[in-house]
């Protein structure tokens, strides 16, 4: 079983950036396929963005293609989060996620996920 725990969040203004970091535990991450997913209050859970094993392949969300991007250090078992060009609509609570279904390259559907993290949130003032 892998422990997530996101970091990186904040209260930022638009247009501006942010880092998120998800540090994982008790596993490596080679074994999972890694995704990203927002919740913003009242609404519900949606796909960011997701990475496979090795990292060769990634998958977006429509409203943060162009602007943001997933990456992982698997040295370092933690997968990132790069926001760029930040809009009010943004502000949710993020969420990492982990998915360990062999033969998947990588997936926007939150039930294919395992294991999550406890999130971040992140506000983008206007």
């Known amino acids: 079983q892998v422990q997530l725990v996101e970091s990186g969040g904040g209260l930022v203004q638009a247009g501006d950036s942010l880092r998120l970091s998800c540090a994982a535990s008790?596993?490596?991450?080679?074994?999972?396929?890694m995704g990203w997913f927002r919740q913003a209050q009242g609404k519900d859970r949606l796909f960011v963005a997701a990475?496979?094993?090795?990292?060769?392949?990634?998958d977006y969300g429509e409203s943060v293609k162009g602007r943001f991007t997933i990456s992982r250090d698997n040295a370092k078992n933690t997968v990132y989060l790069q926001m760029h060009n930040l809009r009010p609509e943004d502000t949710a609570d993020y969420y990492c996620?982990?998915?360990?279904?062999?033969?998947?390259?990588?997936?926007?559907?939150?039930?294919?996920?395992?294991?999550w993290g406890q999130g971040t949130q992140v506000t983008v003032s206007s």
């Open positions: 990475i496979s094993r090795g990292g060769r392949f990634t």
């Open positions: 996620a982990a998915a360990t279904r062999v033969g998947m390259v990588t997936t926007a559907t939150p039930t294919e996920y395992d294991y």
């Open positions: 008790g596993r490596t991450l080679t074994n999972y396929v």
